[in-house]
């Protein structure tokens, strides 16, 4: 006789992959070995594998702790050249007149060595750089590449307009911004001043409006841009300056993270229609700029949620130059050249936090055992028959009868009617109940919201030694999701649930939406952990905006800081005791691996450059260094006075005198 005895199948690294939707996010540049380790394939290639558990065990035989951030170069190399190629294919097959030229907004991820592998694998490209401070436009003129576009964005003052102008001298092909009626005189006076003619690009605020968490940041109420008659008027003040042949661009941008493809073809077809109708007007618009907003599926779903997108780069291009070619057939004029911002797709997969789990919070865990016993109150004996009646077909009745038996047991025990003993009791067995509950769950036909509610509650939470705050600030700001999970025992079942929480002292400092696991009731699937066995997780995709979040996002650094108190001698007085001065843009290039001595060096070398090709005289060339150089002792955010100089500050950054006394 044969018994047909059925065996669960061995769990493999193809389970772990599907699992954590490895194949949806990864792109191909992270897998898993068959040892059951976390691989990278920075060219996507096999044969090019890192095992990343053998290179954490590496860096701690070095001597270095997690957390760690790990940058993988070869990444961004292979980005930025997917993105030109992938342009530069779809233009060919549209027969499409016009280039595309690649710009990264550094904002995006400013650190050093992150820009210079960018310019480096975008020299065959021309790709360039774009910068929205002083902070950042100081690296981005010293970096950027010849023939590239280094394009000038944010709100600016007339000292970043003549530092951008400066560039134009030294000659960089720099395309200045108008985000803002205001900032066209001043540019205009700057160009006066410097004996420059700007190349001038205006910002289109579009009516359409972005898709996915930064939608409501475009349109009609969005904070950069000009209106139709805005821009109308911008060029009518060009044309009586006899300047209208400075305007080389159009602007827009519809938002990061762009989650719907059809919302990045209206908007193309919007701004087309806009510069067709300048182009008709007689303003030689050289480039259109579509700015950024070219999404990372952080979930692998391809959907229109936040988290993702429901496109990939080859329906981003084709849709941008498809629209384009065809609304200029439509109006008649010239294919204008292609400009992108897309910092996030080149960035976010580069980079990798590894963390190591130290410990467990284990829901509903008891050091004390409280068995049955002769002569329990009443609330006790409620709750074990709660506990004992339960079914996946009554979860919702038995959840509330163990709210009210826990509610009663409170009120008796605060009217010292219950003992200590059999207050412990209540809670423990109210734990036990929402832990087999949260087990029966899947089993009901229907699971009200309070029930899904409680399930987040009864998750394991693991213990990791990093700062939320620190190194995923989107996480905790935004609700940002970013793919996490083990980076070894791949090959083996993950059979807990747990949310994950940093050492911070702040409750927000914890992880409970996953990327892969948006319906798994804020856990995380996850392995055991082994008394004393290492175990490494993996926050992935990273790359984007998490480096320099906090006071350094977009290199304006820390803030000038002030100190008042209460003048008791005077009501309603006041004296400032202390002045604490920001950070300049030395110290916050500084601070992210510029060192200002190379930066000038190499500023000198495309002045002399320029010297020698006879475009600026010795001594323009000495002048031109030496107001770049003088921008490094500066203030990085905007002068609303406009002036030229360093806010005076004391020689140490502060005074510990009182500075300024004041009357009500």
Known sequence: MHYNIWMPKPWTVEDSAKLYNLRGWGLKYFGVNEKGNMAVQPNREPQGSI???????????????????????DILRHRVKLLNETFSKVIADHKYKGRYFGVYPIKVNQLREVVEEIVDAGQDYQFGLEAGSKGELMAVLAMNQPGALVIVNGYKDERMMRLALLGTKLGKRVLVVIEKPSELPLLLKAGRDLGVRPLIGLRSKLQTQGSGKWKYSTGQAAKFGLTTPEVLAAVLE????????????????????????????????????????????????????????????????????????????????????????????????????????????????????????????????????????????????????????????????????????????????????????????????????????????????????????????VKDQYLCNFSLFQSLPDS????????????????????????????????????????????????????????????????FLMGAYQATMGDIHNLFGRVNEVHVFADADEPGGYYI????????????????????????????????????????????????????????????????????????????????????????
């Open 476 to 539: 905790w700001a935004i609700g940002q999701l970013f793919p996490i999970m083990p980076l070894h025992r791949l090959d083996e079942e993950p059979l807990r649930r747990a949310a994950l929480v940093d050492i911070t002292c702040d409750s927000d400092g914890k992880i409970a939406q996953f990327a892969c696991h948006r319906k798994a009731g804020g856990s995380l699937p996850l392995h055991a952990l082994h008394n004393g066995d290492p175990y490494y997780l993996g926050v």
């Open 238 to 457: 060009l044309e009586s300056a006899g300047l209208s042949d400075c305007v080389k661009m159009l602007h827009f941008h519809v938002g990061s993270q762009v989650t719907d493809i059809q919302t990045i073809k209206d908007a193309v077809r919007e701004a087309t229609r806009t510069y067709a109708k300048l182009r008709q007007r007689g303003i030689s618009i050289e480039y259109l700029d579509c700015g950024g907003g070219l999404g990372v599926d952080y979930d692998g779903t391809n959907t229109a949620v936040d988290s993702s997108t429901n496109y990939n780069l080859k329906e981003y291009v084709g849709g941008v130059v498809a629209t384009i070619q065809e609304v200029c057939a439509q109006e008649k004029v010239p294919e204008p050249n292609i400009v992108t911002e897309s910092g996030r797709y080149l960035v976010a997969h580069h980079s990798m936090l590894v963390v190591n789990v130290f410990g467990t919070i284990e829901a509903g865990a008891s050091p004390i055992e409280f068995a049955q016993a002769p002569g329990e109150a009443d609330v006790v004996v409620k709750m074990r028959e709660v506990i004992a009646e339960l079914t996946p077909a009554n979860l919702a009745e038995s959840y509330h009868d163990g709210l009210e038996r826990q509610d009663e047991a409170f009120t008796l025990f605060k009217l010292g009617f219950l003992s200590l003993e059999d207050k412990a009791k209540v809670e423990n067995l109210f734990w036990k109940l929402c832990l087999e509950i949260d087990r029966l769950m899947p089993k009901a036909k229907y699971v009200p919201e309070d029930l899904v509610a409680m399930s987040k509650t």
């Open 51 to 73: 095992d990343m558990k053998a290179v954490v065990d590496d860096v701690l035989a070095r001597g270095i702790k997690l957390p760690v951030l790990f940058r993988f170069q």
């Open 577 to 664: 005791e202390e002045i604490i001065s920001g950070q300049n843009v030395k110290e916050v290039l500084e601070s992210i691996q510029y060192n200002d001595f190379e930066l000038a060096k190499m500023v000198k070398a495309a002045a002399d450059a320029q010297v020698k090709a006879g475009a600026l005289k010795p001594r323009e060339g000495v002048e031109l260094l030496n107001e770049y150089e003088s921008v490094m002792a500066e203030y990085t955010y905007i002068d609303h006075n406009g002036q030229h100089h360093a806010p005076a500050a004391p020689p140490n950054g502060s005074s510990a005198e009182p500075l300024v006394k004041q009357g009500a």
